[in-house]
Nanobody, 122 residues
Framework: QGRLVESGGGLVQAGESLRLSCVVP????????QAWYRQASGKEREMVASITYGGATNYAEPVKTRFTISRNNFKSTVDLQMNNLNVDDTGVYFC????????????????WGQGTQVTVSS
């Protein structure tokens, strides 16, 4: 009966950092994998980072070396540390529970939260 709840977004200048947090219901936190997605205005939603129940991570090329996804078992959250932000990182960020298949591809399920807005200015 619980739902995903994202928080931590805001307005920052290029080069600054933000940390997003997603509260994950227990039944979804113990699922195969979780991920963070983002959707820029007028663009399709894209996956930026995923993490499996065992801790394996995967990142989209534009955010490699800058973003870090992690699990906090005590708080039941999946967090996204975003460093050295640029204007192309602007968008609504969503978390999701799903699974990772062959080749490392993340498969989302229809359990999106309301999202949190990230705006990066130059």
């Amino acid at each position: 009966q619980g739902r995903l709840v994202e928080s931590g977004g805001g307005l920052v200048q290029a080069g600054e950092s933000l940390r997003l947090s997603c509260v994950v219901p227990r039944e979804l936190f113990n699922f195969n994998a979780q991920a963070w997605y983002r959707q820029a205005s007028g663009k399709e939603r894209e996956m930026v980072a995923s993490i499996t129940y065992g801790g394996a991570t995967n990142y989209a090329e534009p955010v490699k070396t800058r973003f870090t996804i992690s699990r906090n078992n005590f708080k039941s959250t999946v967090d996204l540390q975003m460093n050295n932000l640029n204007v192309d990182d602007t968008g609504v960020y969503f978390c999701n529970a799903g699974m990772v298949g062959d080749g490392g591809r993340y498969y989302s399920l229809d359990n999106w939260g309301q999202g949190t807005q990230v705006t990066v200015s130059s």
